[in-house]
């Protein structure tokens, strides 16, 4: 069953990392994939927070950067116990031998694959957003599913990482709203009444 699942994820792998490949997609994929670094999301939902939520920007800042650093904790635990190799590092025999090839943008990455740290992040984001900002999260969440698939896109993960590191991202934060909320650091959406 699980060399089934795995020989699955591989043939997507290549349908989505092979053939999607054209000018537009790298730059589009390139730019979802740099969306989703820590440098890069934490500053922008900053501003988000600091502009349109401005007098609750401490709570829902901490809520963030709470939700990331478990979120990001339990996915290094997981890629040291795992240790599924990236890509380019279980194929590289047969990328030697000419069988296959895989469309690499950024630094070439080898090994820690499972889960996506990227996509954590992402969904991460996606969801404390989602949850401030209940009108937009389909957009949200659309942009956090093509900075996953961007993932594959570039060659640094399986879809399977990516599966994994998304739902991570999205239950730590599920978790950490709940757990603020019981301890009495409410946190509101854009639905709950704030009188």
Do not use: C
Request: aromatic letters at 16%; proline letters at 4%.
């Amino acid at each position: 069953m699980l060399n089934a699942i795995l020989d699955f994820d591989k043939k997507l792998f290549f349908a989505i990392n092979n053939g999607w490949t054209n000018p537009f997609n790298d730059a589009l994929f390139a730019s979802l994939t740099l969306l989703a670094s820590d440098y890069v999301i934490i500053p922008i939902m900053a501003l988000i927070f600091y502009f349109f939520e401005r007098k609750d920007f401490k709570r829902n800042f901490i809520l963030l950067i709470s939700s990331l650093l478990i979120g990001g904790i339990l996915v290094h635990i997981l890629k040291e116990l795992v240790d599924r190799p990236r890509p380019l590092g279980g194929m590289e025999e047969l990328i030697k031998e000419g069988k296959v090839s895989i469309n690499v943008i950024f630094e070439p990455l080898l090994a820690a694959s499972f889960p996506s740290g990227h996509s954590q992040t992402i969904f991460t984001a996606a969801t404390v957003l989602g949850y401030s900002y209940r009108r937009y999260i389909y957009v949200f969440f659309l942009i956090a599913f093509f900075s996953g698939i961007s993932r594959v896109y570039v060659g640094a993960h399986y879809p399977l990482d990516v599966l994994a590191g998304g739902i991570i991202g999205v239950g730590i934060s599920i978790a950490t709203i709940y757990i603020f909320k019981k301890k009495g650091f409410v946190v509101y959406s854009d639905y709950d009444s704030k009188d």
